[in-house]
């Protein structure tokens, strides 16, 4: 018995110790920064992300409150392919050491319209602010809370939803709040996406990348994206779906090269 109160206390302490480390690490990266320089004879990526397969189905959610504003059941919407063009993807350059300065004054605007976050999925900059809105005549409140995947594998009882960040009420039509994007907010695997929910209503979702760099993009209808003005050299182009997850592509960028990429999503 003794023994395994002992074991116990050993492998509570090793777990301990891995989340310190975690912690350390995570601090670490975001302390490093991207280095803005003069960019000359800059590169661009264009590209497209397709979707090759047997087409998903589109699940529906039934809704059993504000029916007169949310309607009696919702499509997730979580697969909009059209064509074969995949919207809604984010596409990123994974940790780029210098390039191009964030534009200054962004704003990641998160709109509800009938019980729906609007867009769906978007990317927004340290040094931006979140803009909320509400556009229901009804009570709404949204929590915008940080995924933490590291938690996820080093805590016997992780934050089921993750740590929130802004927990905000918006209880009428046209009400707008502003909160500001940090440091502490942007996307590294360790910690995760933000993810936008809502207590009042179950079946609201957004998802929003933070970045400390402005290689970053969403895919619009046509599953098309732009990404410009990179330093010549390599890279690795990382693209999500909330459906399909990640993939990653290794890049080779010259002076003034336009490259021409496609990523395909297989099901």
């Known amino acids: 018995m003794k023994q395994r109160i002992k074991n116990m206390e050993v492998s509570i302490v090793i777990k301990c110790l891995v989340g310190v480390v975690s912690a350390l690490l995570f601090f670490a990266g975001a302390a490093m920064g991207h280095e803005v ?8 990526i264009k590209g497209v992300v397709k979707f090759k397969g047997t087409m998903p189905p589109d699940e529906s959610i039934a809704i059993d409150r504000n029916v007169e504003v949310c309607g009696k059941e919702q499509k997730l919407n979580k697969y909009t392919i059209t ?28 709109t509800i319209n009938k019980c729906r976050v609007e867009p769906l999925v978007s990317v927004g900059f340290v040094g931006g602010k ?14 915008l809370k940080l995924w933490l995947e590291y ?3 080093v805590s016997a009882r992780p934050l089921e939803n993750g740590a929130t960040i802004y927990n905000i009420a918006l209880p ?18 360790d910690t995760g996406v933000i993810r936008v929910t809502s207590n009042s209503h179950s079946w609201m979702r957004g998802y929003v990348f933070v970045f400390d760099h402005p290689y970053a993009a969403v895919t619009d209808e046509k599953g098309s994206f732009v990404i410009d003005n990179l330093l010549p050299g390599e890279y690795v182009l990382k693209v999500w779906h909330e459906g399909f997850g990640f993939q990653e592509k290794k890049i080779k960028l ?5 490259a021409n990429i496609e990523i395909v999503y297989e099901k």
């Not at 003069?38 to 590169?43: F, I, L, R, S």
């Open 83 to 110: 064509n074969s063009m995949v919207k809604n993807v984010v596409v990123f350059i994974d940790e780029p050491k210098k390039g191009k300065p964030i534009p200054k004054n962004t704003a990641v605007a998160l």
């Open 151 to 153: 938690q996820r594998r």
């Open 172 to 189: 009428l039509k046209g009400k707008k709040i502003e909160k500001p994007i940090k440091e502490s907010h942007r996307y590294q695997p």
């Open 254 to 258: 010259s002076p003034n090269e336009t």
């Open 37 to 44: 320089v003069d960019v000359k004879n800059g590169a661009t």
């Open 130 to 143: 979140f803009l909320l809105r509400n556009d229901d005549d009804i009570l709404h409140t949204l929590q």
